[in-house]
């Protein structure tokens, strides 16, 4: 089948303004958007520039958006869309070539959330273990592939206003320490996340959870720090 894709095109360097350039692609059903997009610049149009990297929903450098929603070229196949069909970067990041954005203040945001274990106490002679229930716990915030699909999505990061909320990436990831087990660094973690940008950024809209790629339930985890915190600061009698 003949598909057409309408896409997002901005040289900075070259370009006064972004404009929009359709592509025919010869496609089969079960191939997937990224096929398309890398036929398209293996035959017709190598100056088109996007990322991609693993081709299987693991690395989450293709992240863009699709027909107004974010998601993975790599894991939207040809038979589920009709006619033409949009591509554009993702929203909210500034756009460095055509579909690729600087993910530089994403990363900084995650990293201002500590996003590794850290601990106070002395080194075991092994490693420091935990039941597998424990585990259980951030199980699904480990999925996480940092694709951004969810902080371009997340109306709160879309405000001008509001755009300084830390995103609900960086809370997954927050997420992940502070339920695990292992993880020392609570009280500060909660001083972290306590924050007008922080946790209480979130309005719950769902968006983030809606496209997450990975099918990690964002907005409920966003839920539970905000519960911690909560508990942190009204301990039961
Ligand atoms: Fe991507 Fe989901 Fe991680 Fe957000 S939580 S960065 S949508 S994998
Ligand atoms: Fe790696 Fe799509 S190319 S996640």
Known sequence: MIIKLKIFRFDPRRNKKPYYQTYDVEADPMERLLDCLNRIRWEQDPTLSFRWSCGHGICGSDGMRINGICGLACQKLVKNFKEEILIEP???????????????PFLEKYNSIKPYLITQS??????RSQSPEQQQLFEEAIRCILCACCTASCPVNQNPETASYVGPAALVRAFRYLFDSRDEAAEERIALLNQKDGAWGCQTLWKCTEVCPKEIPVTKQIGQIKKRIYESKHPKE
């Open 122 to 127: 002395s080194p075991p002679e092994k490693e």
């Open 90 to 104: 993702l929203p909210v990041f500034k756009v460095v070539k055509d579909l690729i954005v600087d993910l530089g």
